[in-house]
């Protein structure tokens, strides 16, 4: 019972982080970008870091589908858990969906920033801190959500057992980590 209550509270935090990070998200979105030539070079920001962060996934879906692959093969070999390859792919996915969400919301709240700073440095904090705070609930909330679903589909529905659940749940985080090491050479 406190398994399943624990698991139950983890997939709350999580729906309550995203929330929150979505509902700063549209309050930051909503703020004035400034002026027209404001608007007009935060828009060629938000097209140039579209366009590269399209090519860095690109790149980085060969990489992923090459270690499915691998893990398939293990897997059949009875080398590792059948649910560890697509638990590779499932961190690598929402980490990568974070890292585009936090790409949104940081070329969204440039100009915004900027414009807020000229009315007040307050205002120009507090929309840095607003979309700070998308970035930081969102990769929380969609890593906690992931974990706490896999949690509960090996362990209450698949009944693995612990050793088999730690060698899936490492490999999500396998997944996870490889994309956001992508995502810091991409943008180093």
Request: glycine share 12%; hydrophobic share 55%.
């Given at each position: ?10 997939l709350l935090c999580a729906v309550c982080a995203i929330v929150f990070a979505l509902v700063n998200f549209y ?16 828009g060629k920001i938000r097209k140039g870091a579209m366009a590269y962060l399209s090519r860095q996934y690109k ?130």
């Open positions: 019972m406190l398994l399943i209550t624990a698991t139950s509270a983890a309050s930051v979105k909503r703020m004035p970008e400034g002026t027209k030539q404001m608007a007009d070079i935060a790149t980085v879906a060969v990489f992923f589908a090459v270690l499915f692959v691998i893990f398939i093969i293990l897997a059949a070999a009875g080398a590792m858990s059948w649910f560890a390859p697509f638990a590779f792919v499932t961190g690598g996915f929402f980490s990568a969906l974070a890292g585009y969400i936090g790409m949104k919301i940081a070329t969204y709240a440039n100009s915004r920033t900027a414009n807020g700073a000229r009315e007040s440095l307050n205002k120009g904090l507090k929309t840095a801190f607003a979309s700070g705070t998308v970035m930081g609930l969102t990769v929380v909330g969609l890593g906690l959500l992931n974990i706490a679903v896999w949690y509960m589909i090996m362990h209450f529905i698949a009944g693995l057992r612990d050793s088999e659940l730690m060698q899936v749940l490492l490999t999500y985080g396998m997944g996870a980590s490889s994309m956001a090491l992508f995502a810091r050479v991409g943008g180093g």
